[in-house]
């Protein structure tokens, strides 16, 4: 495997547009109507695609989009320098506060929100000192 491409199904596509350019800071690689693409790092993106537009692909095979809005089934976890400024900025960008920004089990500061579509989303750093084994 040499590329990751996840995609989310989002009820708006121009607002989930404009609240994951401003979380990340960065433009689209792709924006076209049915279609919005961002762009990670090598082999690594995130799509935002309409609901309505995958139901033409999914159903009746599967339940429409919409019938699972809001309820977390997944999350995207980014590791990332700044985590607990990412989440702040998520939540001034409207995204709901799920778990604060805190030390994990598992050795990293993590903090968690949900989106518009309620993906969740956690912003992690590694914990230093759970590193050191202090």
Known sequence: MNNLFTI?????QEKSKRFYRDLFEQEPSLDVPGMTEFSFFEGCQLGLMP???????ITPA??????GSNIPRC???????GAESYLRRAIELGAKPVSPYS??????HVGY???????????????LLHLLDV
Do not use: C, N, Q, T
């Open 113 to 127: 929100v949900a989106d518009f579509d309620g993906h969740v989303l956690a912003f992690a750093e590694k914990d």
């Open 8 to 12: 989310l199904y989002v009820k708006d």
């Open 75 to 81: 999350e995207l976890y980014f590791r990332v320098e």
């Open 62 to 67: 599967l339940p429409h989009p919409e019938k």
């Open 103 to 108: 030390p994990r089990d598992w050795g990293e």
């Open 51 to 57: 609901e309505a537009g995958i139901s033409k692909i």
